[in-house]
């Protein structure tokens, strides 16, 4: 795989600067542009030795690759790494109408394609399970599996009042750098854009659509996440055709940042890597 893409995306302003959690080398930014959207894709390479594995990190709403550093870094000790801040979030431009799930997997194929991504394992969390999943039945032969962190939205509380009590509730039992990647992700975003999109996640059939899926697909939540109840991801893991189920204990709902060990491991049992 290469990662010959257009540009670099500027320096961030200081006050919307952070370190990111996880020591290890830094993802080389890159900006493509296709269809008229933009996404910024932070690209780590895995060892010479690796076997060609490439894993990429689809992100939820209002969010951006920095909540994938800690997952990222241990993944790219087993091959190629693609953390994409998909449009209108991470800074990259605000596209000039509503995205559907269906129009964030087409430019995330799109995207993989210029990268030169073949036969992905693609991760997505919150949201990013939506875009992971509709990627998943658009374009079979781009992944070979899927991984589903914190998947939304359960049925049962197809609510935007039940989803934000939820995130409250999340925001009590997450770290405190956890918090300030996601406040500040979120400032980055906008509240124009959030809410924008916020109707897509909400009406998007998770459940429908993963049945779809004939890749291999686990579905993992933190044993403590107030947004993805277990019975429903086991539901979920039980939907797909080739689907299994993963919990870890004591972690939230940024599963991938508190239990990152725990989620690499499985992402990489699923990836036979």
């Known amino acids: 795989m290469h990662a010959a893409t257009e540009q670099t995306p500027d320096a961030e302003p200081g006050w919307r600067r952070l370190r990111l959690p996880g020591r290890g080398p830094r993802p080389t930014p890159r900006i493509v542009t296709t269809g008229g959207l933009t996404s910024h894709v932070h690209f780590l390479a895995g060892p010479a030795a690796s076997t060609g594995t490439i894993f990429v990190l689809l992100h939820g709403i209002g969010m951006s690759h ?27 431009p605000t596209p000039d109408r509503q995205l559907s799930v269906a129009d964030y997997a087409a430019h995330a194929a799109h995207v993989l394609e210029k990268m030169g991504a073949r036969r992905v394992v693609v991760v997505g969390q919150s949201m990013g399970t939506q875009f992971a999943t509709e990627l998943a039945v658009q374009r079979p032969d781009l992944v070979s599996h899927v991984a589903l962190l914190g998947p939304v939205v359960d049925p049962s509380r197809r609510t935007v009042l039940h989803q934000s009590l939820s995130l409250s509730v999340d925001c009590l039992k997450e770290s405190p750098l956890a918090n300030a990647v996601v406040f500040t992700d979120y400032a980055r975003s906008g509240l124009r854009w959030y809410l924008t999109e916020l109707p897509v ?29 277990r019975d429903w991801c086991e539901k979920l893991a039980a939907t797909a055709p080739n689907g299994t189920f993963l919990e870890i204990p004591g972690k939230p ?20 890597s």
């Open 201 to 229: 996640m909400m009406g998007y059939d998770l459940d429908a659509q993963l049945a779809l899926i004939s890749q291999p697909v686990t579905v993992i939540r933190g044993a403590r996440d107030p947004i993805a109840p």
């Open 66 to 92: 920095r909540y994938y550093r800690r997952l990222q870094l241990l993944l790219a000790r087993h091959g190629d790494t693609l953390a994409v801040d998909l449009p209108g979030f991470g800074g990259t």
């Open 253 to 272: 709902h940024l599963v991938q940042h508190g239990g990152a060990a725990g989620v690499a491991a499985e992402i990489l049992r699923l990836a036979g």
